[in-house]
T-cell receptor
């Protein structure tokens, strides 16, 4: 079965600090995605990638960077974390219009 | 305004009953639809897709799409307590090649035993 893993699962950060969320997939999918989930907003797309070396801005990219160093790995970077970035973050992988496979999520709290 | 709107926000049905969830897109470019289900503490998992007008049935789940009104629904018959979860509708634009989905805010379903 398709597998997407995320680390860490929980993270507490201080305002102004740097946070890196990591995602690994063993599906050999070209496309990878980062979402955040907040009550009342559903899942909102932050950044996505079509393959190693590529990153694209999603619907809410401000305050976030992404890195795709390999087919398997996709990172989300918060250079200067703010309390408004407290959320649950999900990584997903997929191909074309087929289903996306989600990881278990990372709960980030910025104090 | 969100491009994909879901209703109701929450829904309670008795075990064995029928649950009906609705989703409407405000963007005529969005014509590929997926339903995802998320149990508490987990990531969302795809339930089914629907890309053509009409009904699509998979087990106890039936999706219906009306492209003219950009409305898609999900009907769960013989609802089970294990169906209690947050359900998302996701829509994608046709022929864009970038395969991004826009998700609705979700409908929280509770099946009461």
């Amino acid at each position: 079965e398709a597998a997407v893993t995320q680390s860490p699962r929980n993270k507490v950060a201080v305002t102004g600090g740097k946070v890196t969320l990591s995602c690994n997939q063993t599906n050999n999918h070209n496309n990878m995605y980062w979402y955040r989930q907040d009550t009342g907003h559903g899942l909102r797309l932050i950044h996505y990638s079509y393959g190693a070396g590529s990153t694209e801005k999603g619907d809410i990219p401000d305050g976030y960077k992404a890195s795709r160093p390999s087919q398997e790995n996709f990172s989300l970077i918060l250079e200067l974390a703010t309390p408004s970035q407290t959320s649950v973050y999900f990584c997903a992988s997929g191909e074309s219009s087929y289903e996306q496979y989600f990881g278990p999520g990372t709960r980030l709290t910025v104090l | 305004q969100q491009k994909v709107q879901q209703s109701p926000e929450s829904l309670s049905v008795p075990e064995g009953g029928m649950a009906s969830l609705n989703c409407t897109s405000s963007d005529r470019n969005f014509q590929y639809f997926w339903w995802y289900r998320q149990h508490s503490g987990e990531g969302p998992k795809a339930l089914m897709s629907i890309f053509s007008d009409g009904d699509k049935k998979e087990g106890r789940f039936t999706a219906h799409l009306n492209k003219a009104s950009l409305h898609v629904s999900l009907h769960i018959r013989d609802s089970q307590p294990s169906d209690s979860a947050l359900y998302f509708c996701a829509a994608s634009a046709v022929n864009t090649g970038n395969y991004k989905y826009v998700f609705g805010a979700g409908t929280r379903l509770k099946v009461i035993a």
